[in-house]
């Protein structure tokens, strides 16, 4: 049974309808826009420098890179590929290698120093994704190449994946080991 308005020449059941059908569009609109903004707000905001320095555990290595300048670099449009060692890397660098570590730190080094760091960067954005299966060499910010295993887990040279970090420039990969460029 229908009930019509005669005044409207609408029925119930196409009232019911039309009703139902913009609850849906209403719904559907509401989702989506609720998953552009998750898709927005999952966007990364900072370069690598700031994301870096607004991140716990990379005081020495943001020291080092004030030092030697590659902040700047950091800061740019890239892309750039990030191995990162946190503070733990660096800890148990400077206590197995305390000679070498300190020779490094001595400013009449500071090229080599450098060198040391732009080890840890590939220019180019990639993600754990591009390494899965995998076993590569890839050429540093420093010129030399650095092997990149992702065969069994994530290995950079001698260091393990710890977690990744995306920036608006490029990719974080935080590492538990300071990588030595061959010398």
């Not at 009703?19 to 509401?30: K, P, S």
């Not at 503070?87 to 206590?95: I, K, P």
């Not at 990639?126 to 420093?142: C, I, P, S, V």
Request: glycine share 6%; with cysteine; proline share 4%.
């Amino acid at each position: 049974d229908r009930f019509c308005d005669w005044s409207s020449d609408v029925c119930s059941s196409d009232l019911e309808h039309m009703l139902r059908r913009t609850f849906l569009a209403v719904t559907a609109t509401v989702a989506l826009m609720s998953g552009t903004a998750q898709a927005q707000s999952d966007a990364p905001t900072m370069n690598i420098w700031d994301t870096l320095v607004a991140t716990d555990g990379f005081s020495d290595l943001t020291s080092a890179m004030q030092e030697t300048g590659l902040d700047i670099a950091l800061q740019g449009p890239g892309p750039f590929t990030l191995f990162a060692p946190d503070d733990d890397a660096f800890e148990a660098f400077q206590t197995e290698n305390e000679e070498k570590a300190a020779m490094l730190m001595a400013p009449e080094n500071m090229e080599m120093f450098k060198n040391v760091l732009n080890y840890h960067v590939v220019p180019g954005n990639y993600t754990a994704l591009d390494f899965q299966g995998k076993t590569l060499e890839m050429e540093t910010l420093n010129g030399q190449m650095i092997k990149i295993d992702g065969l069994d887990t994530m290995r950079m040279g001698n260091g393990s994946l710890i977690r990744t970090i995306s920036a608006t420039n490029g990719t974080i990969f935080v590492i538990d080991t300071v990588q030595m460029p061959p010398m």
